[in-house]
């Protein structure tokens, strides 16, 4: 084993194997190296395992890795399943004694050392979860997926077959298979075969860091790998260690791999033909990766040769497998196979490094023998004899792998053979001067070879001389006779390239595919001596070598090689490529046109980034030194061309010589422009070197021009068909120059771009669109030029079949393309107009193109170029709605005439939007169908058409309002509706949702291959965009209110392909289970029982699907997918899936918790529950985002799931409530901590209130439990975890107003024509606490980058407001939740605690902070009102609570003025918008005056008590009251009710009302009769009272005139006082009720509590409660002085008189009563009694006492207390007849009496029986006195 401590390779085996850390297998480090999104590279985890000494150490010499048996590893394996280190007792789950003998059965049957076995029984444990979810699907499963692909019996077979089912056996079959021991240790070596494979991968994947200081894949980020796992640079002598490491290691592999499976293992367990094959293929792939990494080891060397060993281990080994050929037995991984066999020759050429060997050999003629010191191989005799017999033996083998080894090696030889023969001929020439001075020697031939003395002439030796020796001269003239002049070189040269590309289904890594083709390169350039130069041929295999890794697609700013590792790149500063390729290219251009132009766009698309080299090409392309054309005679003899030198093959111009021939009609088109000629003066030189034409000889022309103009002319010209002395194009030659100048405009603008940043705008008239239309007419430029070429196509439909017209068209689709940044009107309007799509007058030609069942090359590259072109089409219209709104104003000072979307309207924008979505749906629906190469091209289509429709609903219903007809995006109303319409309609095929089902099938089966990562990455982008784009749906769904049954059935039917993907690969953990999740929540939403998760899973696949997801993501743990994970947590508890849900809380499915003892039926420790709680229990250690979705969790299943409460509370392992209020207790307030971080605060107000929320709801069930827990737990509450929630939690602080004010004035002013709410996220996209919380500023920011005020000089522009302001509003929002959650808190401690003086103030304080917070939020936006109410909600609550618990005098009042400043806030009182508000003001007002009286009546304190009656500051407050509150409210009321009765409600006045009755009550308001007279005088009330009391019978609510109780009652309790009863009387307020119109029916009417008609009734209590109350008061302010007008107002109502004694007669107690009718007893018939005993009685009074003339009432007193006396005598009679009337009478029957010394059994009773008593004892003094 390698030294050093293994704590991050190995952790210690119980953290492992119980959960506490996730053991990181070389398979997740593998996926982590391959991450394309550069996520999982930064995972801590990932990092520190790379960082790993040790680890390192492993990775040098992987004879380490997987090592045999041995003592040591013995004894490690022994310290590490010690008791003492496993502490922990097993479990159901986890044996520790089957752990160790599964390790040790492993290492006997694969040879592998225990520790070693130990890890791989760790990586298989942890992953068995995953292992059962990639099991064959259930017949179950296959049932669902037949139905959802709506295939009958019939079909469906096939269809099964096709996904990879051929029998589907059950669920539990398939999980009892699962669960046995042979399975175990089958997936166990298999396991330990994943393992060695992944290991070589990331072994090959670190030297590429180590290297190269880089990721062997291209990063959409910066790659700063090597400096993240600190890996270090490797010296001379490191690399030659770990190449001697590496190549035994291959050796090693080599014979395991030719030995096979029987050579490691007997085993029949293992003898399966499947376990074989995976052998054979992870021995492959190890043969790959290893040869990888001695190539890039190699390679790394630089000038520098390998060390001769290795060399000579090498191709020992290469011998012995002649170079890896035959490595695919039995005809499996041959695609394996002919990859290693690549990569050993590229390896081996790396290791030969033979131009640098060849120049060692030069350079062996200038030194003299010994001199030289270095080391390389080819001065080692015995290594060259060994590479020399290796090759020869396997090009004479016919392997042909090694023909361009053989090459190379022939050139050596053969350079070898010359300098044999020169310093032959060099010593022959010194022993012979006459040669020097001119005279014929004859020089002995080569032949003589020997350094002898009897050979004819001895030479000086070389070092490698004894090699020559042995070499026999025939060898190499056999193996230049097999070799020189065979073609078939250059195309095994270009199956290699292709093989070892990395685009498309290519299988190597862009690294290790450059390096590759860097050694294919070097084998052209020292072969060159063997051919003719520039052979069609070589310039093809170097076309093909350059064009492989990069294609116009890859142009952008993303990552590149580095220079010394980008082959393509680094060509063009290679000399030799210039020589052998460029300029030959250049000097045969134009006549030979297409390697020239090929050789360009390919250097061009692949120097993106490197602005220096990119020049080269440009400045090429913009001054050409040469022109090249078959030469003419005629052009002698009409005297065109003058020769000039000796030679005879010079000329010089001496007329300018047209390209064009020069017709009239011509010359007609080209008048006043420029025209593309040969200059006059341009020397010109015969060549007859270039063969390009056969029959003639070739001129060329020395003369700068510009070959972009030139091919802009020629364009035309082939276009118009004017002849040309070159010819015609043909359509490849079209192709490759519309290709170039594409490939030129997309360069020019991504330079651009990147020099001024993504917010600069390109200038519309670009120069190099200009220089390539120097030479049309008409004032036309190439684009134009390029769509009528494009336009001629698509009209002709016969050439749309031909490959050549597809290509032309592919081209032309990238030139619009590259203009989309320059010109995007004119491209949007092109494609409105021409026939490439479809609209409602014409079909669209790309649908008859593609309508074939056969999607051939060329109709699938086109396809795939329009898909890419509309995708970036549509971005372009969406980021420009803004800049198109604004018009001519978008662009500040600079010229209208430059804003690049002037004149393209959204109507335009909407035709086409439609068109493409049209297309694009039926692409869609069509890739299941077609017939296409390979899969992989099935994946790339889908994964570029189904990003399109999700951006057309994303745009449309993404931000803004969705249902508003005019916003930003409205333009993709109609496209974005129609994309949505297409999939939920109930009436949409199955065969539309095939895409979705048969990429689930794909994600859910793909294998973890460490190859074919650009195959990979498309796979992926497939899968996250189909998922996504199912969610969006559903989301689309629920925002528009749509019905989605058919698409969510046919959802649910996959759903087990969807949980299989989470296993299959990490990389699609999130977007399956946002799928989900958004499933969930849809089908939850609905009003039936929503289908069950659970029961289209299955219960074994549900229970590994959670134990999956109960990982959290880890080892990786990225931040998305863990709120991804929570989140379908939460999804699941929240909408009634009640299966899954117990799933998740109690870790067991529904049949395992029957099986299970009812005494253990708890939380299982290992659930996902326990989970969330043992995190709890450390929540400051978690990450503030992962605690906030967990805290949410646990409040849901607390809220949602009570059980798990109570269970809580008995289970004592689970102590996650100290976590809690240990985390809340030391909260900042949030004005704090939003200094440094407003996000942080938000979060942590978030955090804060769903721990206020677990805490309430852990109250509320213990109090259910057991009310001492419950008082204990909120004693420790009170105690230690207040002081945030007290500081915090009533106060929404943290909105700033002026910010957002401001900000939407600037943000408005700035950007005419759309507003901030334009920008606002819906429910698409889940909103994140931060700087993205409300305003979508992903998309604002691509909206309005064209605007250098968006982000500002120095950051500080639109952008920063806005974040700020999203950073603002997600304070606001937690702070509003934090709100709700301490309200549940406060009333469940003020349940639990009712007597507690802590929790009083407390409360108190809470109380006037809610008041104290409304007043400051006056003038809030609409957000706030919510706020607001509910805070006076929480107020009046409280305030109820606190009537009841210990608080001072003191308090109280200081809250009675809290709420006093509160209504004085308030400008408008009962204005609709606050009326809801400033109700619920009074009612707190009301109870707080209520609890001040209650609770100065009972304190025992008398100086508290005389002080309060004596306060000054109290009366003054109940004055402000009385005026503001009553009298205005009152006055204000009565004149609303008569502007608008909809405004005012009866409560409104009764509420007033209830305030004057309270503000009389309180203590010395006697003494301040003057000034309440004076108050109410002002507002005129005894007016307003009286004039509602007349109109009452007008303003009625449905007939019942209310508002005349209601003055009647107001004018009631103002009576109460004599000051003011006085004035009333003055006033002549009898005599006004008197003659209201209500009084006139109430004297005409026959009125009874049980009348039928409202009018009745009503009038009845204004006579009971309003009337009578009312004169008996003015009668004792008054006495005497109102007596005979109160008399007099009495004898008005004679019928309601005797009614009175009618309805109050006892059964029985008159003889001329019916038996029949029922006689009841009512406490208003009781009430009306009483008041009139007492009226009658001190009428009488002063009647007798002051002997003035009083009228006498009609009224039968004696009857009543006879029917009194009757009443009270019969208990029985009193119950069977007392009969409520009302709700509350009814409530009063079954409230409990208050009192034991009053009669009656409940409230009503007591009531009535008190008023029963009372009239007896009034009457009876009455009737004594007469």
């Known amino acids: 084993m390698a030294p050093g401590s293994d704590i991050h390779y190995f952790p210690a085996l119980e953290e492992c194997l119980f959960g506490y850390s996730v053991l990181l297998s070389w398979q997740h480090v593998a996926t982590a190296l391959l991450d394309s999104t550069f996520q999982r590279q930064k995972s801590p985890a990932v990092v520190a395992f790379l960082k790993d000494s040790y680890v390192q150490g492993l990775l040098k010499d992987p004879g380490n890795v997987f090592d045999k048996p041995s003592t040591a590893t013995q004894k490690s394996f022994e310290t590490k399943t010690a008791p003492i280190n496993v502490t922990t007792a097993s479990n159901e789950r986890i044996d520790v004694k089957t752990v160790k003998e599964d390790a040790e059965w492993l290492s006997k049957n694969a040879g592998l050392n225990l520790v070693d076995s130990l890890r791989i029984v760790v990586v298989e444990f942890q992953a068995r979860s995953a292992q059962h979810l990639k099991t064959p699907l259930s017949a179950q499963d296959a049932a669902n997926l037949q139905d959802a692909a709506g295939l009958v019996n019939g079909q469906g077979g096939t269809f099964l077959a096709e996904i990879g089912i051929t029998t589907a056996a059950d669920a539990d079959e398939i999980w009892h298979d699962f669960e046995l021991p042979d399975s175990k240790r089958r997936r166990l070596f298999e396991t330990y075969l994943s393992e060695r494979r992944y290991f070589t991968a990331v072994a090959d994947y670190m030297h590429s860091i180590t290297l190269y200081r880089r990721l062997p894949i291209l990063l959409p980020v910066v790659d700063d790998s090597a400096t993240l796992y600190e890996a270090p640079e490797c010296t001379k002598s490191d690399m030659g260690e770990r190449l001697s490491a590496y190549t035994q290691s291959l050796g090693s592999r080599l014979d395991l791999l030719c030995s096979g499976l029987r050579g490691i293992t007997d085993t029949k367990q293992l003898m399966a033909e499947q376990t074989e094959i995976r052998f054979l293929e992870t021995l492959l792939t190890e043969v790959v990766h290893t040869v990888s990494v001695v190539m890039q080891l190699a390679d790394a060397l630089g000038p520098d040769c390998p060390p001769p060993n290795i060399i000579s281990s090498w191709f020992s080994i290469m011998k012995t497998y002649e170079f890896l050929s035959g490595l695919a037995p039995y005809g499996y991984f041959t695609e394996l196979s002919d990859l290693a066999k690549v990569s050993a020759i590229a390896a081996s050429v790396a290791l030969l490094k033979p131009v640098r060997s060849m120049d060692y050999v030069q350079e062996e003629l200038l030194a003299p023998s010994g001199e030289s010191v270095n080391k390389s191989f080819v001065f080692v005799p015995e290594v060259l004899m060994e590479v020399h017999s290796t090759i020869i033996g396997a090009f004479e083998a016919d392997v042909s792998s090694v023909s361009p080894l053989a090459y190379v090696w022939h050139s050596f030889l053969s350079i070898m053979k010359n300098s044999r023969e020169l310093r032959i001929g060099q010593r022959y020439d010194k022993s012979h001067p006459a040669r020097i001075e001119g005279r014929p020697m004859t020089r002995p031939g080569a032949a003589a070879r020997r350094n002898s003395a009897n050979s004819i002439l001895s030479i000086e030796s070389s070092r490698f001389d004894s090699f020559e020796g042995d070499v026999d001269v025939a060898v190499i003239d056999d193996l230049e006779a097999k070799l020189v002049g065979e073609s078939l070189i250059f195309d095994l040269i270009t199956a290699m390239s292709n093989l070892a590309s990395s685009i498309g289904s290519g299988p190597m890594t862009d690294l290790a595919s450059s390096r590759i083709r860097a050694q294919l390169a070097e084998v052209l350039q020292v072969t060159e001596g063997l051919r003719p130069p520039y052979l069609p041929a070589s310039v093809s295999a170097m076309l093909d070598l350059l064009c492989t890794d990069r294609g116009y697609w890859d142009i952008d700013s993303r990552d590149h090689l580095p220079l010394n590792a980008d082959f393509t790149a680094s060509m063009l500063r290679s000399e030799w490529f210039q020589e052998a390729y460029l300029k030959p290219a250049l000097r045969r251009f134009p ?307 430059s804003n690049p979307w002037a004149g393209l309207s959204d109507k335009l924008i909407s035709v086409v939007s439609y068109s493409i979505a049209q297309i694009s749906i039926d692409v869609f629906e069509n890739t299941s169908t077609w017939r296409l190469e390979n899969g992989s091209k099935r994946v790339a289509l889908l994964g570029q058409v189904t990003p399109i429709l999700q951006k057309l609903v994303n745009y449309r219903y993404g931000m803004g309002n969705p249902l508003k007809p005019s916003n930003l995006t409205s333009a993709f109303d109609e496209a974005g509706s129609y994309v949505v319409d297409c999939f939920l309609q109930p009436s949409t095929g199955t065969l539309r949702y095939r895409p979705i089902l048969t990429s689930c099938v794909a994600a859910s089966t793909s294998s973890h291959d460490t190859f074919y990562t650009t195959s990979n990455r498309q796979l992926r982008d497939q899968v996250h965009s189909i998922l996504g784009f199912c969610t969006v749906l559903l989301r689309s769904a629920t925002l528009l209110g749509r019905p989605s049954y058919v698409f969510q059935d046919y959802l649910f039917k996959c759903c087990t392909l969807i949980s299989r993907c989470c296993a299959a690969s990490t990389n699609f953990l999130e977007p399956s289970l946002r799928l989900l999740e958004a499933l969930i929540v849809v089908a939850g939403s609905d009003t039936g029982e929503p289908p069950s998760l659970l029961g289209y899973l299955g219960p074994p696949i549900s229970k590994s699907f959670l134990q999956v997801l109960a990982t959290i993501d880890k080892p990786f743990e990225l931040t998305t997918s863990v709120k991804a994970t929570w989140d379908f947590f939460v999804a699941i508890l929240r909408n009634r899936q009640q299966w899954m849900s117990n799933c998740l809380l109690t870790g067991r499915t529904p049949r395992e918790a029957m099986k299970t003892d009812p005494k253990h039926r708890g939380i299982a420790k290992d659930s996902i529950f326990a989970l969330a709680l043992n995190k709890l229990s450390h929540l400051k250690e978690l990450d503030p985002l992962q605690a906030v979705v967990i805290l949410d969790f646990v409040s849901s299943a607390q809220n949602y799931w009570p059980w798990t409460v109570f269970t809580l509370n008995k289970d004592t392992d689970f102590d996650y409530l100290k976590g809690l209020q240990s985390y809340v207790s030391e909260l900042q307030s949030s004005n704090i901590r939003s200094r440094n971080s407003v996000a942080m605060a938000a979060i942590e107000a978030r955090i804060a209130s769903f721990i206020a929320e677990i805490f309430a709801m852990q109250l509320y069930h213990s109090r259910h439990l057991a009310v001492s827990e419950a008082g204990a737990l909120a004693q420790q509450l009170i105690n230690k975890s207040m002081d945030y929630y007290l500081r915090d939690g009533v106060e929404v602080a943290g909105y700033n107003r002026s910010l957002h004010i401001n900000f939407a004035k600037n943000f408005s002013n700035k950007y005419s024509g759309c507003s901030l709410e334009d920008f606002r996220r819906t429910s698409f996209q889940p909103s994140e606490l931060g700087a993205a919380f409300y305003y979508d500023i992903d998309r604002a920011n691509s909206m309005l980058a064209f605007d250098p005020g968006w982000l500002g000089r120095k950051h500080n522009g639109f952008k920063a407001e806005m974040e700020l302001a999203n950073s603002n509003l997600s304070l606001v929002d937690a702070q509003i939740e934090l709100f709700h959650a301490w309200e549940s808190l406060l009333l469940e401690l003020s349940i639990c605690l009712p007597k507690n003086d802590v929790l009083a103030k407390q409360l108190q304080q809470v109380a006037v902070q809610c008041l104290k917070a409304d007043r400051d939020a006056e003038g809030a936006p609409a957000v706030f009102v919510r706020v607001m109410d509910a805070r006076v909600n929480l107020a009046l609550v409280l305030v109820q609570r606190l009537e009841k618990m210990p608080l001072s005098v003191d308090d109280h009042r200081e809250f009675l003025a809290a709420v006093t400043l509160a209504i004085n806030a308030c400008d408008t009182s009962f204005a609709p918008e606050t009326a809801l508000y400033y109700r619920k ?217 005797e009614l009175s004694v009618t309805r109050f007669e006892a059964p029985g107690a008159s003889r001329t009563q019916l038996r029949s009718s029922a006689q009841h007893l009512t406490l208003m018939g009781t009430s009306e009694v009483h008041s009139l005993a007492l009226i009658t009685r001190i009428l009488n009074a002063l009647r007798i006492n002051l002997g003035r003339e009083i009228p006498k009432v009609n009224w039968n007193a004696p009857s009543v207390l006879e029917s009194t006396e009757m009443w009270l005598a019969s208990e029985r009679m009193f119950k069977d007849g007392l009969l409520p009337l009302g709700p509350r009478e009814i409530e009063w029957r079954s409230m409990k009496r208050t009192s034991k010394d009053e009669r009656g059994d409940n409230v009503l009773e007591q009531k009535v029986y008190s008023q029963l008593e009372a009239v007896r004892d009034v009457l009876s003094e009455s009737l004594e006195t007469e």
């Open 591 to 897: 006549t030979e046109f297409v390697p020239f132009v090929h050789f360009c766009r390919v250097l061009c698309t692949s120097l993106n980034g490197r602005d220096e080299d990119a020049d080269i090409i440009l400045d090429l392309l913009r001054e050409t030194p040469t022109f090249t054309f078959a030469f003419d005679e005629e052009l002698l003899r009409r005297g065109l061309l003058q020769p000039i030198g000796h030679a005879g093959n010079g000329f010089q111009l001496l007329q300018d010589l047209p390209f064009a021939d020069q017709t009239l009609s011509w010359q007609r088109q080209r008048r006043g422009a420029f025209e593309f000629v040969v200059p006059a003066g341009t020397n010109c030189e015969l060549v007859d070197d270039l063969d390009i034409c056969p029959t003639e000889r070739s001129c060329v022309a020395y003369f700068g021009y510009s070959t972009l103009s030139f091919l802009g002319q020629r364009l035309e010209m082939d276009l118009l068909g004017q002849p040309n002395f070159l010819g015609a194009m043909s359509p490849d030659m079209t192709a490759a120059t519309i290709s170039l100048l594409a490939t030129v405009f997309r360069i020019s603008h991504v330079r651009t771009a990147d020099a001024s940043g993504p917010g600069a705008l390109v200038s519309v008239d670009n120069d190099i669109i200009q220089e390539a239309s120097r030479y049309l007419t008409g004032g036309k430029d190439v684009v134009a030029v390029v769509m009528d070429i494009m336009d001629s196509l698509l009209q002709d439909d016969a050439a749309l079949g031909d490959d050549a017209a597809l290509g032309i068209l592919n081209a032309s689709i990238h030139l619009l393309h590259s203009l989309l940044p320059l010109q995007p009107s004119r491209v949007w309007s092109y494609i409105a107009r021409c026939d490439l799509l479809g609209s409602d007058s014409r079909n669209g030609k790309l649908a008859k193109i593609i309508g074939d069942l056969d999607l051939v090359a060329g109709k699938y590259e086109l396809l795939n170029s329009c898909l890419r072109f509309f995708s970036d089409l549509l971005d372009t219209a969406a980021t420009s709605a803004v800049q198109r709104g604004m018009g001519d104003h978008a662009l500040g000072r600079q010229r209208p005439q």
């Open 1481 to 1697: 003001l009074l009612q707190t007002l009301y109870v707080s005056m209520r609890a001040y009286q209650v609770r100065l009546d009972n304190t025992s304190d008398s100086k508290e008590k005389s002080n309060a009656k004596h306060s000054i500051e109290v009366t003054q407050m109940v004055l402000n009251i009385l005026d503001r509150v009553v009298a205005q409210g009152f006055r204000n009321l009565v004149s609303l009710l008569h502007d608008d009765t909809q405004s005012v409600t009866q409560g409104d006045f009764g509420l007033i009302t209830a305030l004057l009755q309270a503000c009389l009550a309180m203590p010395g308001m006697e003494q301040s009769q003057t000034q309440i007279l004076n108050i109410m005088a002002s507002h005129n009330c005894f007016y307003a009272a009286s004039s509602l009391f007349s109109w009452a019978d007008k303003l009625t609510d449905q007939g019942d005139p209310v508002y005349g109780e209601l003055s009647m009652l107001f004018l009631l309790e103002l009576s109460a006082l004599p000051g003011v009863a006085e004035q009333l009387a003055c006033d002549g307020i009898l005599n006004i009720l008197l003659t209201a119109n209500l009084t006139k029916f109430m004297i005409k009417g026959r009125l009874s509590p049980y009348a039928e008609t409202p009018m009745a009734q009503r009038c009845y209590g204004i006579w009971v409660k309003g009337l009578l109350p009312l004169m008996l008061n003015l009668l004792t302010a008054l006495g005497g002085t109102v007596a005979p007008e109160v008399a007099y107002l009495l004898n008005q109502f004679p019928e309601l008189l």
